[in-house]
T-cell receptor, first 115, second 116 residues
Framework: AQKITQTQPGMFVQEKEAVTLDCTYD???????LFWYKQPSSGEMIFLIY??????QNATEGRYSLNFQKARKSANLVISASQLGDSAMYFCAMREQTGANNLFFGTGTRLTVIP | EADIYQTPRYLVIGTGKKITLECSQT?????MYWYQQDPGMELHLIHYSYGVNSTEKGDLSSESTVSRIRTEHFPLTLESARPSHTSQYLCASSRSGQGVVITEAFFGQGTRLTVV
C-alpha cells in the first residue's frame, strides 16, 4: 500500500494568493514524522517544514504551514502569499519510528504560480 | 545550508562504461541514502546505509552497488551503464538516534546521468 498519497499532479495559483497542496499518509506506527520538500527545476530537494505525530499544534515556517489532521491522516501544505519563485514540484514525505526509519515520498505536486 | 555534496552534477556516458557517483557529507550523519528519480516523478529509494560497513537495498531494485567505508562518503557504482539507467540520482543523509522521526533528510544537488 502507498504510504504517502498526493492526489494533485498539478496545481495553479495566482500570485499573492494562498494554495493548499494535499497529502494523505498511511501508517500503523504511533510515532512518525511528516515532511514537505520543494524541488525547483534545478533538481535539488529543499526541506520546507515538518510535523511530528505527537505535536499538538500545526507547524509553521514563514509562509508555509502544515494543516495536520491526525484522525484523517492528512498533512496538507499551505503556502500563503504565493510568489513566482514558489513554482516547483512539492513532495510530501513520512518517516516512521519503527523499521528502517527511511523517508517515503509521495508522487509530488507541480505548482505553477501565475503572475 | 546542508553540507552534502554530489559529483558530478551532470554526466553523459556511453553504454557499457563503469561509473561511480560520489556523495559526501560533513555533518557526521550516520544514515545515508540514494534515491533515483525520473524527471517530474517521485523519488525511489535504491540504497541506504546505517553507518560504516552497513548497506541495504531500498524499495526499488537497482543494478547499482554502494559502499560505506567512511562515515562521510557513500559512493554509488554502476559496473556497466545502460540507457535504462538514465535518471537523476539524489544522495541524502540524516542523523539517527533519539528523535529520529523528526529529523529531516538533507539532500545533495543530484547527479543527472544520461547513458547513450
Amino acid at each position: 500500500a502507498q504510504k504517502i498519497t498526493q492526489t494533485q499532479p498539478g496545481m495553479f495559483v495566482q500570485e499573492k494568493e494562498a494554495v493548499t497542496l494535499d497529502c494523505t499518509y498511511d501508517t500503523s506506527d504511533p510515532s512518525y514524522g511528516l515532511f514537505w520538500y520543494k524541488q525547483p527545476s534545478s533538481g535539488e530537494m529543499i526541506f520546507l517544514i515538518y510535523q511530528g505525530s505527537y505535536d499538538q499544534q500545526n507547524a509553521t515556517e514563514g509562509r508555509y504551514s502544515l494543516n495536520f489532521q491526525k484522525a484523517r491522516k492528512s498533512a496538507n501544505l499551505v503556502i500563503s502569499a504565493s510568489q513566482l519563485g514558489d513554482s516547483a514540484m512539492y513532495f510530501c514525505a513520512m518517516r516512521e519510528q519503527t523499521g528502517a526509519n527511511n523517508l517515503f515520498f509521495g508522487t509530488g505536486t507541480r505548482l505553477t504560480v501565475i503572475p | 545550508e546542508a553540507d552534502i555534496y554530489q559529483t558530478p552534477r551532470y554526466l553523459v556516458i556511453g553504454t557499457g562504461k563503469k561509473i561511480t557517483l560520489e556523495c559526501s557529507q560533513t555533518m557526521g550523519h550516520d544514515k545515508m541514502y540514494w534515491y533515483q528519480q525520473d524527471p517530474g516523478m517521485e523519488l525511489h529509494l535504491i540504497h541506504y546505509s546505517y553507518g560504516v560497513n552497513s548497506t541495504e537495498k531500498g524499495d526499488l531494485s537497482s543494478e547499482s552497488t554502494v559502499s560505506r567505508i567512511r562515515t562521510e562518503h557513500f559512493p554509488l557504482t554502476l559496473e556497466s551503464a545502460r540507457p535504462s539507467h538514465t535518471s537523476q540520482y539524489l544522495c541524502a543523509s540524516s542523523r539517527s538516534g533519539q528523535g529520529v522521526v523528526i529529523t529531516e533528510a538533507f539532500f545533495g544537488q543530484g547527479t543527472r546521468l544520461t547513458v547513450v
